[in-house]
């Protein structure tokens, strides 16, 4: 059984450009959600989504961040015009309805 | 107010030896659940053990189990036997509240095993 799958594992960009983190969640596993870990801090949740639907959003920065899940396809986390600030590990897990989140290894996200 | 308080930043404990990492968090939720992740520093998330409010046993995964205090609000991770591959940061977090996505992670603690 494949675990979560995110890619890239590695992504830079300049600032003012657009990044895209995508999410294949566990086989049979039809909740997903992305968190964002900074440099020595734990992971802070952004977004909670089922397929088509974004179940809760309020860890998300109100601009520039956006997410889905659509019917088909993996999850994806778009975050346009990065800044410096936005450097940091995005994971995403996946689970069941109720059952524990198992993580993906996480996209490494720099902004030069 | 925090959520989940991990007070230890860092832990060293020798090879074989038993360890207890801290947490405590606040919530007025009667249904909430309570997890532990490990972080090696390749930099993946291992999720370790899981502990429902509402269950009456202390969870308990191979050499991993929960220490639930209800009462005081604590669910310390204790990992017996320790060994060298348990070097690794570990985060507690809980799930409460609807709807129940919400993972709220500890700041961590860092524990380095000792041969």
């Known amino acids: 059984n494949a675990g979560v799958m995110q890619n890239p594992r590695h992504l830079v960009r300049r600032r003012g450009q657009e990044a895209r983190l995508r999410c294949s969640p566990m086989k049979g596993h039809s909740h997903v959600y992305w968190y964002r870990q900074l440099p020595e801090e734990g992971l802070k949740f952004m977004v909670y989504?089922?397929?088509?639907?974004?179940?809760?959003e309020s860890g998300m920065p109100k601009e520039r961040f956006s997410a889905e899940f659509p019917k088909e396809g993996p999850s994806i986390l778009r975050i346009q015009q990065v800044v410096r600030g936005d450097s940091a590990a995005y994971f995403c897990a996946s689970s069941p309805p109720g059952q524990p989140q198992h993580f993906g290894d996480g996209t490494r996200l720099s902004i030069l | 107010a925090q959520k989940i308080t991990q007070t230890q930043p860092g832990m060293f404990v020798q090879e074989k030896e038993a360890v207890t990492l801290d947490c405590t968090y606040d919530?007025?939720?009667?249904?909430?659940?309570l997890f532990w992740y490990k972080q090696p520093s390749s930099g993946e998330m291992i999720f370790l053990i899981y502990?429902?409010?509402?269950?009456?046993q202390n969870a308990t995964e191979g050499r991993y189990s929960l220490n639930f205090q209800k009462a005081r609000k604590s669910a310390n991770l204790v990992i017996s036997a320790s060994q060298l591959g348990d070097s690794a940061m570990y985060f507690c977090a809980m799930r409460e509240g609807r709807p129940r996505g919400k993972l709220i992670f500890g700041q961590g603690t860092e524990l380095s095993v000792k041969p």
């Open positions: 502990q429902g409010s509402y269950d009456q």
């Open positions: 919530t007025s939720d009667p249904s909430y659940g």
């Open positions: 989504l089922q397929k088509e639907n974004i179940i809760d």
